[in-house]
């Protein structure tokens, strides 16, 4: 018995139904100006906004933001401004604010939604039903990703600079009235102590404390400052003076006679 062709010939007719569809829904238009990186506006007025991705909008608190919103609107006005573009429309056509929702085609057949994404200038943003392209944006964002594009050069920029959290190993503790350093349990730490790493303390003219730290090598600390070695003596202070030298005062373990420790 030969098989039916019917089972493979329905589904045929149905993508080309479907294509048949958003061919017929989309039309050209000429874009007359570029809002920013996923909206623009066509010679007639109306304003349309790409399908599935977004793109950086100014704030005014953050600059590197208004950069890179910048270059993003930039690079749409190369894609599309005074051109002819291909408009094709998805199940919803326009969105809350009355924006025309579509996926925009150059007369070069550049995917302008698609290609936003993978410049680096726009990232994923799925709404549905909207959906009809979201594999291969993704696609096209992984790429921009994974090249360090546009934004997302930015974005590694942001993560690079960012403080790294304070750990035991690096955690230590300055006073408002004290030029030391100490460890967490340094008994010339007072209650007013204020967590800091020991790079941002040098930097501020912060030694380390003599007692809970050591010397430090003449690669560490401050750079005008180096602590000489110091000689152990029954009943002597073992702070360092502002001059350099060890204290001269005799004094009990934890007394506050010199300078450094308040008195």
Same mark, same amino acid.
């Given at each position: 018995?030969?098989? *039916?062709?019917?089972?493979?010939?329905?589904?045929?007719?149905?993508a080309?139904?479907?294509?048949c569809?958003f061919? *017929?829904?989309?039309?050209?238009?000429?874009?007359?100006?570029?809002?920013?990186?996923?909206?623009?506006?066509?010679?007639?007025?109306?304003?349309?906004?790409?399908?599935?991705?977004? *793109?950086?909008?100014?704030?005014?608190?953050?600059?590197?933001?208004?950069?890179i919103?910048?270059?993003?609107?930039?690079?749409?006005?190369?894609?599309?401004?005074?051109?002819?573009?291909?408009?094709?429309?998805?199940?919803?056509?326009?969105?809350?604010?009355?924006?025309?929702?579509?996926?925009?085609?150059?007369?070069?057949?550049?995917f302008?939604?698609?290609?936003?994404?993978?410049?680096?200038?726009?990232?994923?943003?799925?709404?549905?039903?909207?959906?009809?392209?979201?594999?291969?944006?993704?696609?096209?964002?992984?790429? %921009?990703?994974?090249?360090?594009?546009?934004?997302?050069?930015?974005?590694?920029?942001?993560?690079? %600079?960012?403080?790294?959290?304070?750990?035991?190993?690096?955690?230590?503790?300055?006073?408002?009235?004290?030029?030391k350093?100490?460890?967490?349990?340094?008994?010339?730490?007072?209650?007013?102590?204020?967590?800091?790493?020991?790079?941002?303390?040098?930097?501020?003219?912060?030694?380390?404390?003599?007692?809970?730290?050591?010397?430090?090598?003449?690669?560490?600390? *401050?750079?005008?400052?180096?602590?000489?070695?110091?000689?152990?003596?029954?009943?002597?202070c073992?702070?360092?003076?502002?001059?350099?030298?060890?204290?001269?005062?005799?004094?009990?373990?934890?007394?506050?006679?010199c300078?450094?420790?308040?008195?």
């Amino acid at each position: 018995m030969r098989p *039916s062709r019917c089972g493979s010939f329905v589904p045929l007719l149905l993508a080309a139904w479907i294509m048949c569809v958003f061919a *017929s829904a989309a039309h050209s238009a000429r874009v007359a100006r570029v809002i920013d990186g996923d909206t623009v506006v066509l010679d007639d007025g109306t304003t349309i906004r790409y399908i599935g991705v977004d *793109s950086p909008e100014p704030k005014g608190h953050d600059k590197s933001n208004d950069l890179i919103a910048k270059q993003a609107t930039a690079y749409n006005e190369i894609l599309v401004l005074n051109c002819d573009v291909r408009l094709e429309y998805d199940v919803d056509r326009t969105d809350r604010f009355g924006r025309t929702l579509v996926y925009a085609y150059t007369v070069d057949s550049v995917f302008v939604n698609a290609e936003m994404l993978r410049a680096g200038w726009a990232k994923v943003l799925t709404v549905p039903p909207n959906v009809l392209y979201t594999e291969v944006f993704r696609k096209c964002q992984e790429e %921009a990703q994974a090249a360090g594009l546009g934004l997302w050069r930015a974005e590694i920029a942001k993560k690079v %600079a960012a403080p790294q959290a304070l750990t035991e190993a690096t955690k230590y503790y300055i006073t408002k009235t004290g030029s030391k350093y100490h460890r967490e349990g340094c008994r010339y730490l007072s209650k007013s102590a204020n967590e800091i790493t020991k790079d941002d303390a040098t930097a501020r003219g912060y030694g380390p404390c003599s007692v809970c730290i050591g010397a430090a090598p003449a690669s560490e600390g *401050s750079s005008s400052y180096t602590a000489p070695p110091t000689t152990s003596s029954p009943g002597r202070c073992q702070a360092i003076t502002k001059k350099g030298a060890q204290c001269k005062r005799n004094a009990k373990t934890g007394s506050s006679y010199c300078w450094q420790h308040g008195g």
